[in-house]
């Protein structure tokens, strides 16, 4: 979609100025050791919507609805499954579908007021097509999207489709948040060789996108907004990472102005940041957290913005609370931490023995983590790991999901080599858990275990609910893949969703194959297994082992249908195909399940 940002003379407001502790922070960042790579991966990206500005914005927008501010939009900020609510929140088309066709009545929406008023398209025109803004601005919808508050197309303000003033977007995006119920500050700064890098730094390292103005041709006048989520500084020269609205794949440009012949040339940054959130950073020596001299603007509370830079090494003593906590330093956490994000880019996140650290979110981009013996991560939405990370732990530390993803991305298993150590337990959520499986598909032989990511152990349900469900989303081996396990136990309330992915495990004995119907943990579906559901059927508190095989308690015919359509499955031996259901023990299942319910229907 070509460019659709305008620039103006008129002045630039200056309506929301940074608190004087941000302004003080991104004066200090030159100072700060910092990665020289860093991208803010969680940034969702959204295609161009009726102007480059607000779709930047937008971008903004959805990564803080999956933060903390989640009426920013309406339902989650997933372009995919959500698309339409996400460009509701960018430019709401009423009770149109936001095409020249369709725009919208009058008075219902963005699109059929302002952008494509009575079907005209007036992108590329001299002068724009009248619209309601001129006509009839009493008739004109509320406001209601990010582009309305931008006033993004009107021709009363001499714009085209998708033309947007530099000038509106601070604006625009603060009191987008205010009609959702967010203060939210945005603050424009212009390019300026001096503190123009130290600004998008500062707000990268804080864990903020922000929008950007550029000239993406080249020709010395700005033209397009795009979403600002990183940076690197390692190849002789800056550069910064964007999602500029054309496509979903990250755009590496250089950092430098706008100027005649540069394509990509930066005019100006606008930041946002939600209110009730402040930061404070690690001073190089570190110290413990509750240490006020530890932090250059005081001890982080649950609110916080916490930054860790290299080599900063900062211990959780005592319980600690933050929303955010971006760590290139060591973090070491020698108690309890409660947290909504961790974001480690290089640094070292260590938990000691029987330490706890309840997170909503933890990421590991780059750098190490370790568990000690006893200690607890509690993750309730995300936990990911990126190729290159190392995962180190001792023996008795757990993981526990409840609800959220395990996103496992390494290609390297002596990396992720403590996993080995580590039980991972899924329950306490009635939504599925999603455990990407990570490992190549060596079939049920002790190799499978020793060339791959391993874990310790896989505990399902037991402790309220669990559902998990496997997935292969990264391509880590090159071919089919599986999850390998060292111990299995399968609680009340566990599920399991294999989706054609094989989980194998050893429980002390040779491994196996888990098959969805095997009651008894022994690699195979057989009689032993549908008499364990016809002892147990009818009851209403069972687990796995007494044939729930869907979580809910009940044993009942759903569950018969479980077995009886995984009969005859065993374990292959090493290097032989995996067993299927025969026909005549098909057969001769159907006939003694028809026996279970008569029984049944007499007791």
């Known amino acids: 979609m070509p460019p659709r940002t305008r620039l103006t003379d008129e002045p630039v407001p200056r309506a929301f100025a940074l608190r004087p502790l941000a302004a003080a922070l991104l004066l200090a960042a030159p100072a700060i050791a910092r990665a020289d790579v860093l991208v803010l991966r969680e940034v969702p990206a959204y295609t161009w919507w009726h102007g480059c500005s607000p779709t930047s914005a937008g971008m903004v927008v959805g990564y803080w609805d999956a933060r903390g501010w989640g009426e920013l939009i309406s339902g989650d900020n997933d372009w995919q499954t959500n698309r339409a609510a996400v460009r509701e929140a960018i430019a709401s088309v009423g009770d149109g579908d936001g095409?020249?066709?369709?725009?919208?009545?009058?008075?219902?929406?963005?699109?059929?007021d302002y952008a494509l008023y009575d079907g005209v398209d007036d992108y590329g025109h001299a002068e724009p097509h009248e619209d309601l803004s001129d006509i009839d601005p009493d008739a004109a919808h509320p406001d209601d999207c990010l582009a309305d508050f931008m006033r993004t197309s009107r021709s009363a303000y001499g714009?085209?489709?998708?033309?947007?003033?530099v000038s509106r977007i601070d604006n625009g995006l603060a009191d987008y948040a205010a009609l959702r119920g967010y203060d939210l500050t945005a603050d424009y700064r212009g390019y300026h060789a001096s503190t123009a890098w130290g600004h998008l730094t500062g707000e990268i390292r804080a864990a903020r996108p922000a929008v950007m103005q550029v000239d993406s041709d080249g020709n010395g006048r700005v033209d397009h907004s795009v979403c600002a989520v990183?940076?690197?500084?390692?190849?002789?020269?800056?550069e910064?990472?964007?999602?500029?609205?054309?496509?979903?794949?990250?755009?590496?440009?250089?950092?430098?102005?706008?100027?005649?012949g540069d394509g990509w040339g930066v005019h100006s940054l606008v930041k946002a940041r939600p209110a009730g959130t402040w930061d404070t950073g690690a001073v190089a020596a570190g110290g413990p957290w509750h240490d006020a001299g530890t932090w250059s603007d005081g001890v982080p509370d649950a609110?916080?913005?916490?930054?860790?830079?290299?080599?900063?090494?900062?211990?959780v003593d005592a319980l600690a609370e933050a929303r955010l906590i971006h760590n290139l330093g060591t973090l070491e956490i020698a108690a309890d931490l409660d947290v909504g994000d961790v974001r480690n880019d290089g640094g070292q996140l260590l938990l000691a023995p029987a330490a706890a650290c309840d997170a909503a979110r933890v990421e590991l981009h780059a750098g190490g983590l370790h568990l000690g013996a006893g200690a607890s991560l509690v993750v309730t939405d995300r936990l990911a790991l990126a190729d290159g990370c190392v995962v180190t732990a001792d023996a008795g530390a757990e993981v526990r999901l409840v609800g959220g993803s395990f996103r496992n991305a390494s290609t390297s298993p002596p990396d992720l080599a403590g996993l080995e150590q580590v039980d991972l337990i899924v329950a306490g959520a009635e939504a599925a858990c999603r455990v990407e499986v990570?490992?190549?598909?060596?079939?049920p032989d002790p190799d499978g275990w020793n060339a791959n990511v391993a874990l310790g152990g896989l505990t399902v349900g037991g402790d309220g609910p669990g559902l998990l469900a496997l997935v292969d989303e990264t391509d880590n081996a090159g071919g089919p893949e599986a999850?390998?396990?060292?111990?299995?136990?399968?609680?009340?309330?566990?599920?399991?969703r294999l989706d054609g992915l094989p989980l194998y495990y050893l429980n002390g004995g040779p491994p196996r194959e888990l098959f969805r119907g095997d009651a008894g943990l022994d690699g195979a579906v057989d009689v032993l297994d549908l008499a364990a559901v016809a002892n147990h059927f009818g009851a209403t508190d069972a687990d796995w082992r007494q044939g729930d095989f869907n979580g809910d308690g009940a044993v009942d015919s759903a569950d018969l249908a479980t077995v009886a359509n995984n009969f005859g499955r065993r374990t292959a031996q090493a290097g032989g195909p995996p067993g299927v259901p025969a026909p005549t023990s098909a057969g001769l299942l159907l006939a003694a399940s028809a026996a279970v319910l008569r029984r049944r229907r007499r007791t």
């Open 483 to 496: 999850l390998y396990v060292g111990q299995l136990a399968l609680g009340r309330g566990a599920a399991v």
């Open 99 to 112: 095409t020249t066709g369709n725009p919208g009545t009058p008075g219902t929406g963005h699109v059929g």
């Open 240 to 260: 910064y990472a964007c999602l500029d609205t054309w496509g979903t794949s990250l755009r590496w440009e250089r950092f430098r102005p706008v100027a005649d």
């Open 438 to 443: 990570a490992g190549a598909d060596l079939g």
């Open 303 to 315: 609110d916080a913005f916490a930054f860790l830079p290299a080599p900063a090494a900062v211990t």
């Open 230 to 238: 990183g940076y690197r500084d390692d190849r002789g020269y800056q």
């Open 159 to 165: 714009l085209t489709h998708g033309a947007t003033y």
